[in-house]
């Protein structure tokens, strides 16, 4: 009999920037491309930043309200302590990226391309990653009210000590997802889980849940 084929963990490449030099954020604008530079005490609020590319940078203490980052990408760039109650990032591109500590309300990140991402110690609301591509990607201590994946590939994605309060899995394709250790609420679209891993007890905590989707009448 073949062994059963273990759940792939997230690799995460270790972000090593270069010396930085103090960016400018005044200078900043839309499809600028900007290399190891340092933006520290920020405000990007309302800002369009629109298909800028940000290659081993560094972030820190940031402030993004409504900024618009459609189609920007960022590579081997660290991010902390961001906070944006509303931040636009659709088709965004975000490889070898660290983003720590941060608070983001609600997040637009639909078909977006997430390559070797840690988010973590973060507090976010609704997070629309629907139609994204998610490789190596690693949630650590965080809390999310709302993950939509719907139509979104993931591979190696992984929820550590995470609490989620709704993922919504319509026509998602998991491989290597790993909720074994997700506070789950509640999850919409469950054909979508095909990919992902569970622990007994979590399948046990959601039949419940499986027989209402399922059509099932359970009874004594």
């Known amino acids: 009999m073949a062994p059963t084929p273990r759940t792939l963990a997230p690799r995460i490449d270790r ?13 900043l604008e839309p499809h600028d491309s900007h290399d190891a530079e340092r933006f520290a005490g920020i405000d990007l609020t309302a800002r369009d930043l629109q298909g800028a590319t940000f290659s081993e940078c560094a972030f820190l203490d940031v402030s993004a309200h409504e900024a618009d980052l459609r189609t920007a ?15 636009s990032a659709a088709r965004s591109r975000f490889r070898d990226v660290s983003l720590d500590s941060s608070r983001i309300g609600s997040a637009e990140f639909y078909d977006a391309s997430w390559q070797s991402v840690h988010i973590s110690n973060c507090k976010l609301g609704f997070v629309n990653l629907r139609g994204a591509h998610l490789q190596d990607v690693q949630f650590t201590d965080c809390t999310i009210d709302e993950l939509d ?45 095909k990919g992902a891993t569970l622990t007994p007890d979590q399948v046990a905590e959601l039949a419940s849940l499986f027989a209402d989707q399922l059509g099932i009448t359970v009874e004594d």
């Open 15 to 27: 972000i090593r920037p270069p010396e930085l030099l103090d960016g400018d954020a005044d200078a």
């Open 73 to 87: 990408s960022f590579l081997d760039t660290t991010i902390e302590r961001l906070n944006a109650p509303i931040l």
């Open 149 to 193: 994946l719907g139509g979104a590939k993931a591979n190696r994605v992984s929820f550590a000590g995470t609490r989620v309060g709704t993922i919504d899995l319509t026509r998602a394709e998991l491989r290597n997802v790993d909720l074994r250790t997700v506070d789950l609420r509640r999850i919409v679209g469950l054909p979508g889980l």
